[in-house]
């Protein structure tokens, strides 16, 4: 008869379970690593698609502005000593000129859109013979920098 030789040992060594949460600990690491940065880029993502919902809503509000008071909006010069930087305000549909200022930094609280204010607006006329404004939306993204959406747009000739 074979003789069996028994062991002593039972379970596992302290090296095998050091081994297994170490490798348990990688993978918790970095699958929150991989679910921040997703959740980063998500955040950026949708901030980008506020600020281009606000450009739109401005260059919206820019053509039904100079369809109903063409001179208006015609009235603001690129040459002047407001360089043709200004904003509509969306309520009572009226132009708000400003001084040349950062967009990120110290612009009108007027001038800003967003349930927490956290858009910047500026529109910039080309001449009021070309009919091109450039709208700028600029915000502080959740990674700490500055981002920027602008928009060129020519306004149509209101219709007789």
Known sequence: MPMMIRSNQNGDTIV???IALVIIGSVLTGAFSISNLSLRQIRMSQERTE??????SVVESLNAMYESKPGTVDRVDPTSATEGLFCILSAPNQIIPTSAFQPTTDQPST???GTDNRYHIA???QGASTKIFKVTVSWQAVSGRGEKLEIYYRVREPET
């Open 51 to 56: 600020g281009q919902k606000v450009a739109q």
């Open 111 to 113: 001038c800003r859109a």
């Open 123 to 125: 529109i910039i006329s």
């Open 16 to 18: 095998e379970v050091l």
